[in-house]
């Protein structure tokens, strides 16, 4: 049912959007891979508790091997070689989780920082694989000859929402199963869920897997839609990006994945065209649309803790209230 | 110190019936942090269908024994037997399947899940599907989630308090989570139920309830209660063991422990009126 709705809400956008505008189609891509990364960190950080700074080196990951397999087989079917980066970083996160499964709170925040920070370097050391600072290409995708009339950016938004739907399909499943139970449970009370038989650190280790696959899909559609895998594209700020959507989201909800999502997309290139229309000092201009960005997300996060979908939610139960006396207690219970 | 006459008899006691599905028997048990003596050459038993109490005063090795027999400590010496078979070893995640089941002092309810959910989280069963069923919403998926929900509703029915099963734990009276972290204990059908403190913070009406709720659990399982509260061993324990310093200082029926002097020496006086406020600072939060 809620695969469904993604997937009508999907066609209703992409057919929105043909009537093309190339900046808004590139825009809607970006949001395609934010909102699959931002969901796997959702699951891990917002239902497991464990928090990653190092997502975006993930994504680097699943960029590298897009554009690697891509290096050997031109031709490639896209769904192949997305699944090749979703594995290779899947099987990157195994040992990444076995060892953040072993580090709490600060200590794994400093884990994960130190593989953001590091992972970069690793191309440029290894430059004959990775192609070093300047990064490998990666051939864009083109539509077939039967549907060559559609430009090349929309259709990869078209196959870019192909995985996104995907994905979001096999999260919600999933978190509203025991795994999704035993995600929280562990978040709340480590010494209570392995007495109720739940095996802590191997479910740290497989959420961990869950959201690098994510990290590894996403990774490879910004590859596809940058047309590049290079140092440059994955830094830190990436990373905190990642978090920062899935904060402001709603952390722990797969909507506020895409809140998110939309959110990082959208809001500096709104600030931007904003500031392009008042005339400040270039020093000034330069600077304020990172300014007024930050200050965006603080006064987001003041107005609504529990994130967009927090508010959304409550939104909705006092509508409900004020039609059902008795409502309102619920909606205190969160 | 000295180990009582009654305590004595009681430690070599094995009879044939202690020995039934989900008892419970630690011989020679020992652990030491360091140098402080947390368990001392302890040997005691829980005998099949028995609630047997275990009483002393604080910091006398009662949670360090509910410790090592689930797994979170090992010992230095000394055996554990669970319906006859050594599980010496045994991880802390496997008790459930083995069919035991231990509550926390300070209950341990996972606050973001209803009362509902921790009840489904108890409820887990050896014949469970995996991670693609799930991830792929099959209806073997689906079905599975349904017998869990059932068997956790059921067993809220039974404690009476199914009207709380989509709310949060941390909303609700401290008697109502107690209530809810024994539901999640005692979903899995376990034949070896610890207990540890269930009775602090309740009110002397609660107290009542619990002791009929575990009069009534007698048939179905064995229960290792750890209790400050003498008015619920009394009422309901068949036989009591007394923790000073690590060490066995009493066993036998309750009534002739409470008489005994190496236990009135280590112990009374000092417990015996702990109030619901101390309950209180025992949840968290």
């Not at chain 1, 395609?32 to 975006?56: D, E, K, M, P, R």
């Not at chain 1, 290409?137 to 060559?148: G, K, Q, R, W, Y």
């Not at chain 1, 994945?257 to 997309?265: E, P, R």
């Not at chain 2, 809810?180 to 139920?193: F, G, H, I, N, Q």
Request: proline share 5%; hydrophobic share 50%.
């Amino acid at each position: 049912m809620l695969g469904v709705g993604f997937l009508l809400v999907a066609a209703l956008v992409v057919w929105a959007i043909d009537p093309f505008d190339p900046f808004l189609v590139y825009q809607l891509s970006s949001v395609c891979y934010f909102a699959i990364g931002a969901a796997g960190l959702t699951v891990l950080t917002g239902l497991n508790g464990q928090l990653s700074l190092g997502h975006g080196a993930l994504m680097g990951i699943g960029a590298y091997t897009t554009a690697v397999v891509l290096k050997a087989h031109t031709d490639l079917n896209p769904a192949l070689v997305m699944g090749t980066a979703t594995l290779v970083t899947a099987v990157a996160s195994i040992i990444v989780g076995a060892a953040a499964a072993r580090l709490r709170g600060p200590y794994l925040a400093g884990a994960t920082l130190g593989l953001a920070v590091g992972l970069p370097g690793v191309a440029v050391r290894f430059s004959n694989i990775f192609g070093g600072d300047a990064g490998t290409s990666i051939p864009a995708l083109v539509p077939p000859d039967a549907l060559s009339s559609i430009a090349p950016e929309v259709w990869l938004t078209w196959i870019g929402l192909i995985p996104t739907v995907i994905t979001f399909v096999l999260l919600a499943n999933l978190v509203r199963t025991r795994y999704g139970r035993d995600f929280r449970a562990i978040r709340e009370d480590e010494v209570a869920s392995a007495l109720n038989g739940i095996r802590v650190a191997r479910t740290q280790v497989l959420a961990f897997v869950l959201s690098g696959a994510c990290a590894g899909l996403a990774g490879s559609l910004l590859g596809y839609t940058s047309n590049l895998a290079a140092p440059g594209s994955f830094p830190l700020t990436l990373s905190l990006l990642l978090l920062a959507a899935v904060v402001i989201g709603g952390l722990g909800t797969l909507p506020g994945a895409v809140w998110g999502a939309l959110v990082v997309v959208f809001v500096p290139s709104w600030i931007s065209s904003l500031n392009d229309t008042v005339h400040l000092p270039s020093a000034v201009r330069d600077q304020l649309p990172l300014a007024l960005f930050g200050a965006v997300f603080v006064v987001a996060m003041l107005a609504f803790p529990h994130g967009i979908q927090g508010g959304v939610v409550r939104l909705w139960q006092f509508r409900a209230s004020r039609r059902r006396p008795g409502a309102q207690e619920q909606a205190a219970d969160l | 110190m000295d180990v009582s006459a009654i305590g004595a008899a009681a430690g070599s006691r094995t009879g044939p019936g202690a020995l039934g599905p989900g008892s419970l028997e630690v011989r020679s048990l020992s652990v030491r942090f360091g140098g402080l003596v947390a368990l001392d050459d302890v040997s005691l038993e829980v005998p099949a269908g028995e609630i047997v109490g275990i009483i002393g005063p604080n910091g006398a090795g009662k949670t360090s024994l509910f410790n090592v027999v689930s797994g979170f400590l090992r010992p230095q010496a000394g055996e554990i037997l669970y319906g006859g078979r050594r599980i010496n070893g045994v991880r802390p995640h496997e008790l459930n399947s083995l069919g035991i089941a231990r509550t926390l002092q300070g209950l341990g309810l996972w606050r973001g899940l209803t009362v509902l959910e921790n009840v489904m989280v108890g409820a887990r069963r050896a014949k469970r599907p995996g991670f693609a069923s799930a991830l792929l919403g099959f209806s073997r998926s689906d079905r599975y989630e349904a017998v869990l929900t059932g068997l956790a509703r059921d067993q809220l029915r039974l404690l009476g308090i199914e009207r709380f099963a989509d709310r949060y734990p941390g909303v609700l009276p401290y008697g109502v989570q107690k209530w809810v972290s024994l539901a999640r204990a005692l979903v899995s059908r376990p034949a070896l139920l610890l207990l540890d403190e269930p009775a602090s913070g309740l009110t002397a009406t609660e107290i009542k309830e619990l002791a009929d709720l575990l009069r009534s659990l007698r048939a179905q399982m064995s229960i290792a209660l750890v209790e400050h509260r003498l008015d619920l061993i009394m009422n309901v324990c068949e036989r009591v063991h007394v923790l000073d310093f690590g060490r066995v200082i009493a066993s036998g029926p309750p009534e002739r422990v409470q008489k005994d002097k190496a236990v009135t020496d280590a112990y009374l006086g000092e417990e015996l009126t702990p109030t619901v406020v101390e309950g209180e600072a025992d949840a968290r939060g």
